[in-house]
């Protein structure tokens, strides 16, 4: 999954649980809405409830009091005005409440003493209560400022007399004893009667007296008329419950009520508005809301947090995995990508790709330094830009090695680029004012050339290729190589021979030719070179300049040398066996040789097993060898001397050879690479430079021979400058070791002549 759908998943998954949190909270906060309603309705109605019972309790309490009054009276003598008042003082006398004993005759006394004498229309109300005791509706009583809450029993003196002893307390005492009032004074309850006449209000200053009867503010038309009428029925039977109705404003209005049975059917209704209950539930929503919002906000700034992190992490990593540290272009990995999507794009133009090297980037780095080297290569990529065309991909694939896919025309084209770029690196370095040419190779593999499926790994394979043709060819080899099908074929041949390699020399494929080497001076057979032949299973001869640079690469070479060796230690003691005088053979060592850390040890142990005598087994090492590391050279040639080995250098003049470095080699013999006799009749010069090279040799008691010489003419020019020993077709070739040995012999008998 790209990184951009991954986001995007991120994204709308981050989205979705908003969304549901989001629909959850509202459901939790309905929930919680009506979970709190409920609660504080019940909190109401159980207030409610509870002073309803207090109430009743309270009524009842003065109720039995003044019944206890009236029977005390009644078990008296006599309706004797002085007791009657002086009990009605004693009992009843009390702050913010009147009694009051009326007889039948409608004369009385009030319970500080005072006679009254009623009215006849009081006096038919009171009639009507003669032998009852219980409560009235409340009303304005003549004894006290405002209305009064009166209870009553009826006494019947011994002498006959009846009468009714009424005790009024004043509604306001009674209310602040009693009253309840809901958040913050904005419901209050109410002492209804059955038909939902207030029997009280309560007093405080916020409450609105303006209704007489409950009903009053339920509004007919706002509300379900049966659930009225229900609400009607529960007052009226003594029922506790809850109702809400709206008033004529539409404004909700909740009713707790509980019933008082034992005062006429009496109830306390709460009266309560609606949205206050509502607002308190709301403030703690809101509480809940905010402490809800803090949390989904929390999880997204994580979320976010986290996002912003992995990106950050994640382009770090990109910028890594995929981003060249020194130049800051694409590394191989994303070129490999990236060229890959170019490739297969539908109309994708015609692609070379172009594996580089800098020739000897080592050297510059020695000789200008590191920080030049660095500054050459972070320039490079723009080079590789500025000379193609657009379109180009370019990525540093390691060290001094880098990867251009270039779209192009034709071949001329890529020629061209591969020009613009040496000019731009020239350019460059004379801009550092650097006297340095540093040589650009190239390996090009384009599109239809390719013989796999062209993806950019199979071009690269076939690219580089290309490149390691031209490196192996050197400093003085071309700039640019083509892979094409002839390469192709000769990467097929060495893939047959690496499977081959190990069977052919366990079933004695390779065989020892050797050339012999003649003296000059007496005239001689003075030894031979043993080289190796690896003539196949089809009778058919390789020459080792098809093998040699393969196993090279693969290290096989290390099995041949020691093969060679060996082989060449047991015609040494062939020969001896048979009786005939040995002359040295000398056996070639690679330069994988060389550096195995067990050469030397080996060698001398071989040397050993077979018993040769010392200064029949000659080692040579290439020009190459001495050079990269002259020490160590030194060193092995030293220990391998002591040993009994002559050593020599081969090939000598082929390479960097410098005639300085010849006075601190400590070998036995110079080879001398044949291109230095293949002179014309008048190259003076070049005579002189041979001839002078081995004046040089004799001088450092260093034997020579002369390599490659074909011509007669040349033994005689050698003979002439003082050249130890020929080795040449002019003498003979390379030839089988019977062949050899038969040289031997004859030479043996020769020398018995002489
Ligand atoms: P080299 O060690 O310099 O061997 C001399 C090469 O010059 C031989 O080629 C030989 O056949 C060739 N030669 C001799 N006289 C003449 C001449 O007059 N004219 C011309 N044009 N060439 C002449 P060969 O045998 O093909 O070997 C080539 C190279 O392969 C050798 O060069 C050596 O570097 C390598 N080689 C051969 N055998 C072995 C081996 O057993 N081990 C290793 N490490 N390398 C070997
Ligand atoms: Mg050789
Ligand atoms: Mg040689």
């Not at 709301?282 to 992190?309: D, H, K, P, Q, S």
């Not at 130049?327 to 990236?338: A, H, L, M, Q, Y």
């Not at 790994?457 to 043709?469: G, P, Y």
């Not at 002359?583 to 060592?589: E, I, R, Y």
Request: proline content about 3%; some cysteine.
């Amino acid at each position: 999954m790209t990184q951009k759908k991954r986001n995007l998943m991120l994204s709308l998954a981050a989205g979705l649980l908003f969304v549901a949190m989001c629909g959850v909270s509202i459901n939790f906060i309905r929930e919680v809405e009506h979970l709190l309603w409920e609660n504080s309705v019940k909190n109401i109605l159980e207030s409610t409830a509870r002073g309803a019972t207090l109430f009743q309790r309270g009524y009842l309490k003065e109720l039995e009091m003044l019944n206890m009054l009236a029977y005390d009276l009644g078990n008296g003598v006599s309706s004797n005005s002085d007791r009657i008042r002086d009990k009605l003082k004693t009992f009843l006398t009390r702050a913010n409440s009147v009694s009051v004993l009326v007889f039948e005759d409608g004369s009385g006394f009030l319970d500080s003493g005072q006679a009254v004498m009623l009215t006849p229309e009081e006096r038919e109300r009171v009639d009507a209560l003669r032998g009852k005791s219980g409560l009235l509706f409340p009303r304005q009583s003549r004894g006290l400022e405002g209305r009064t809450f009166t209870i009553y029993t009826s006494v019947t003196f011994s002498d006959g007399r009846g009468a009714v002893l009424f005790m009024g307390n004043e509604m306001e005492s009674l209310y602040m004893e009693y009253t309840l009032s809901f958040y913050n004074n904005t419901g209050f309850s109410y002492i209804v009667a059955q038909n939902g006449d207030i029997a009280m209000h309560p007093v405080h200053p916020s409450c609105s007296q303006t209704f007489s009867n409950v009903f009053e503010i339920i509004s007919e038309k706002e509300n379900d008329a049966a659930l009225v009428q229900s609400f009607r029925e529960s007052l009226k039977n003594g029922r506790s419950g809850v109702a809400v109705f709206s008033n004529s404003e539409g404004e909700k209005n909740v009713f707790c009520y509980a019933a008082m049975p034992r005062m006429d059917g009496w109830s306390v209704v709460s009266i309560v508005p609606n949205a206050e209950i509502m607002r308190e539930a709301n403030a703690m929503i809101r509480e809940a809301l905010v402490i809800c919002f803090l949390g989904i906000a929390g999880v997204l700034a994580v979320f976010l947090v986290y996002r912003r992190m992995n990106n950050s992490y994640q382009k770090q990593i990109f910028d890594l995995a995929y981003t060249d540290r020194l130049t800051g272009i694409r590394n191989f990995s994303k070129f490999t990508e990236d060229g890959d999507r170019l490739l297969r794009a539908p109309g994708a133009p015609r692609y070379a790709m172009l594996s580089i090297d800098m020739l000897n980037f080592k050297i510059f780095n020695d000789v200008m330094g590191y920080a030049e080297g660095d500054a050459l290569l972070k320039e490079f990529p723009r080079f590789l830009k500025r000379n193609g065309r657009e379109g180009a991909l370019i990525a540093r694939r390691m060290a001094d090695r880098f990867v251009v896919l270039l779209p192009y025309r034709d071949r001329e084209e890529l020629i061209t680029y591969c020009a613009g770029l040496s000019r731009s690196v020239r350019v460059f370095l004379a801009s550092r004012e650097l006297s340095y040419r540093q040589d650009l190779r190239v390996g090009i593999c384009c599109v239809e050339d390719c013989d796999a499926d062209p993806d950019v790994n199979a071009l690269f394979d076939r690219a580089n290729m290309a490149l390691k043709a031209v490196k192996y060819e050197g400093g003085r080899g071309r700039a640019l190589n083509f892979y094409d099908h002839a390469m192709r074929d000769k990467i097929l041949r060495e893939k047959h021979l690496e499977t081959r390699m190990e069977e052919a020399l366990s079933g004695g494929e390779f065989l020892i030719y050797i050339q012999p080497k003649y003296s000059l001076a007496p005239r001689g057979l003075a030894g031979g070179e043993a080289l190796v032949r690896w003539k196949d299973r089809d009778d058919i001869f390789l020459s080792p300049g098809e093998f040699i640079p393969l196993f090279e690469n693969n290290r096989f070479i290390t099995r041949i040398d020691r093969y060679m060796l060996e082989s060449s230690c047991r015609l040494l003691r062939e020969w001896m066996a048979a009786g005939l005088r040995p002359l040295p053979l000398s056996v070639n060592v690679s330069r994988v040789q060389f550096y195995t850390p067990e050469f030397v040890d080996t060698y001398i142990r071989m040397k050993t097993e077979y018993g040769i005598p010392d200064g029949l087994l000659e080692l040579e090492f290439t020009e190459s060898i001495s050079v990269e590391n002259i020490e160590l050279f030194n060193s092995v040639v030293r220990r391998l001397r002591q040993a009994g080995f002559r050593c020599s250098i081969d090939d000598f003049g082929a390479g960097y050879s410098s005639l300085n470095m010849l006075k601190d080699l400590p070998v036995d013999t110079l080879k001398l690479d044949g291109g230095f006799f293949r002179f014309t009749q008048d190259d003076e010069r070049a005579r002189t430079v041979v001839r002078h090279m081995l004046n040089l040799a004799g001088e450092l008691r260093m034997g020579t021979v002369a390599e490659g010489v074909e011509t007669p003419e040349q033994v005689e020019f050698l003979e002439r400058a003082g050249c130890d020993v020929v080795q040449g077709y002019v003498f003979g070739k390379p030839m089988p070791a019977a062949e050899f040995a038969e040289l031997l012999e004859s030479a043996a008998g020769r020398a018995d002549i002489a």
